[in-house]
């Protein structure tokens, strides 16, 4: 709290642009009549599975730290809760009250769903911990002061904003023209969202009248409007609602004549609309149908759809972060040799014979040891198995560069 008020007190007063102040405003009213906003959207089952999917597989992947060493040796680096390194970070607890796979998953989604996403390492105090934080996507923006700097103006639960510079911030950003706001997906998706929402409220008042359709009742002479309401009224009564389905209507001999108006869904490719609306989303989002339980459902298709989902849809998001968090996550000293990595492997995993059959390859090759492979299964290392090996008589590596001989 003492560090905040010191920010606010020696902060410029932010300097907000019209193009910055308009990306807070997300939600909006399509052409079909209907309010599309983040909530709303996942009112509509593509959108939701997308949303999920994307921020599951991402979640899932470990994002992992690396040092390059002298004579190009790597070594990755273990969480240590002592030190609270960026490794035990990402790795074990991001802070107090967050698992890493449920900080990675709010992130991507605050990123749909915003079109930006921010997090908060805020200065460490003596003898506290380490810790990440997510700013709300929907209450932070950045903004710039008369000197041109950035900062990030976040409005807590007390409406007072609290400024925070650009150096404390990680933000990701989607659909970006300046490298500063981002754009989310909704935004763009809006009106098919919103036709689909629209679809979706027709359907349920479609099944809310019992599958009766409109109509025109013709009375005998001329009725105020009160008589009017009593006779739509009664109708409404006996023929509305899914338990009133395909009863018999009763007109009295007021009753001319009655005549439906509204055509049948079949007859205005009602569910045809529906797909539609639907493989549109999918394509917003980058997501391929097998993923939503649509499409082509044949395993080998499927496989080279996933590692094609992953170079084009995940990597984006992937390789941003990975860069992202190299620039605030660590000095300048550490950047000299420190990176960050997500596994990837955990998108590509594939059938045990597959994943064995890539694994001897990987070790008959030189590529890994035999402990490294063992360590993909979650097996235990044996005595001997660091040892690299090449094709030619299953020789080691070591022995070669020792001028050895071929074991025999």
Same mark, same amino acid.
Not at 22 to 43: F, H, R
């Given at each position: 709290?003492?560090?905040?008020?010191?920010?606010?007190?020696?902060?410029?007063?932010?300097?907000?642009?019209?193009?910055?102040?308009?990306?807070?405003?997300?939600?909006?009213?399509?052409?079909?009549?209907?309010?599309?906003?983040?909530?709303?959207?996942?009112?509509?089952?593509?959108?939701?599975?997308?949303?999920?999917?994307?921020?599951?597989?991402?979640?899932?992947?470990?994002?992992?730290?690396?040092?390059?060493?002298?004579?190009?040796?790597?070594?990755?680096?273990?969480?240590?809760?002592?030190?609270?390194?960026?490794?035990?970070?990402?790795?074990?607890?991001?802070?107090?009250?967050?698992?890493?796979?449920?900080?990675?998953?709010?992130?991507?989604?605050?990123?749909?769903?915003?079109?930006?996403?921010?997090?908060?390492?805020?200065?460490?105090?003596?003898?506290?911990?380490?810790?990440?934080?997510?700013?709300?996507?929907?209450?932070?923006?950045?903004?710039?002061?008369?000197?041109?700097?950035?900062?990030?103006?976040?409005?807590?639960?007390?409406?007072?904003?609290?400024?925070? !510079?650009?150096?404390?911030?990680?933000?990701?950003?989607?659909?970006?023209?300046?490298?500063?706001?981002?754009?989310?997906?909704?935004?763009?998706?809006?009106?098919?969202?919103?036709?689909?929402?629209?679809?979706?409220?027709?359907?349920?008042?479609?099944?809310?009248?019992?599958?009766?359709?409109?109509?025109?009742?013709?009375?005998?002479?001329?009725?105020?409007?009160?008589?009017?309401?009593?006779?739509?009224?009664?109708?409404?009564?006996?023929?509305?609602?899914?338990?009133?389905?395909?009863?018999?209507?009763?007109?009295?001999?007021?009753?001319?004549?009655?005549?439906?108006?509204?055509?049948?869904?079949?007859?205005?490719?009602?569910?045809?609309?529906?797909?539609?609306?639907?493989?549109?989303?999918?394509?917003?989002?980058?997501?391929?149908?097998?993923?939503?339980?649509?499409?082509?459902?044949?395993?080998?298709?499927?496989?080279?759809?996933?590692?094609?989902?992953?170079?084009?849809?995940?990597? !984006?998001?992937?390789?941003?972060?990975?860069?992202?968090?190299?620039?605030?996550?660590?000095?300048?000293?550490?950047?000299?040799?420190?990176?960050?990595?997500?596994?990837?492997?955990?998108?590509?995993?594939?059938?045990?014979?597959?994943?064995?059959?890539?694994?001897?390859?990987?070790?008959?090759?030189?590529?890994?040891? !035999?402990?490294?492979?063992?360590?993909?299964?979650?097996?235990?290392?044996?005595?001997?198995?660091?040892?690299?090996?090449?094709?030619?008589?299953?020789?080691?590596?070591?022995?070669?560069?020792?001028?050895?001989?071929?074991?025999?």
């Amino acid at each position: 709290m003492i560090i905040r008020r010191l920010r606010n007190a020696i902060a410029p007063v932010p300097m907000t642009t019209p193009e910055l102040v308009e990306t807070l405003n997300l939600t909006g009213t399509s052409i079909s009549g209907q309010n599309v906003t983040p909530e709303s959207a996942k009112n509509i089952h593509t959108a939701y599975r997308c949303i999920n999917v994307l921020s599951d597989d991402v979640a899932k992947m470990p994002l992992q730290t690396f040092v390059s060493r002298a004579a190009g040796e790597i070594e990755r680096m273990r969480p240590d809760n002592r030190s609270m390194n960026i490794s035990w970070l990402l790795e074990i607890s991001p802070n107090r009250w967050m698992t890493p796979f449920v900080f990675k998953k709010s992130i991507i989604m605050w990123l749909l769903n915003y079109g930006a996403a921010y997090v908060w390492e805020p200065v460490r105090r003596p003898g506290g911990r380490r810790e990440l934080f997510i700013l709300r996507s929907n209450v932070t923006r950045p903004v710039f002061d008369d000197k041109g700097e950035l900062w990030y103006e976040v409005r807590w639960q007390s409406g007072i904003p609290t400024y925070i !510079p650009a150096v404390e911030v990680m933000s990701l950003l989607i659909n970006s023209a300046d490298g500063i706001t981002g754009k989310s997906v909704i935004s763009y998706a809006r009106e098919t969202i919103g036709r689909q929402l629209a679809a979706h409220d027709t359907q349920a008042k479609f099944y809310s009248q019992g599958l009766n359709p409109g109509g025109i009742i013709w009375m005998n002479g001329e009725l105020n409007e009160a008589a009017r309401d009593k006779v739509r009224e009664s109708y409404g009564k006996a023929m509305s609602g899914t338990a009133n389905a395909y009863r018999l209507a009763v007109l009295d001999t007021k009753a001319s004549k009655f005549e439906t108006i509204t055509m049948k869904p079949v007859d205005a490719q009602f569910l045809e609309s529906l797909t539609d609306n639907d493989l549109q989303i999918a394509n917003f989002y980058g997501m391929p149908l097998f993923k939503l339980n649509a499409g082509k459902q044949a395993y080998n298709s499927n496989e080279q759809a996933n590692l094609d989902y992953l170079n084009t849809t995940l990597d !984006p998001y992937l390789v941003q972060w990975e860069q992202s968090a190299a620039l605030k996550w660590l000095s300048q000293e550490e950047q000299n040799s420190t990176y960050f990595r997500f596994n990837r492997d955990v998108i590509l995993r594939t059938d045990a014979k597959t994943r064995s059959e890539v694994i001897e390859k990987r070790i008959f090759s030189g590529v890994m040891t !035999p402990n490294e492979g063992r360590q993909i299964d979650d097996l235990p290392a044996y005595e001997g198995g660091n040892n690299h090996y090449v094709p030619a008589n299953m020789v080691a590596i070591e022995n070669l560069s020792a001028g050895g001989t071929n074991a025999k």
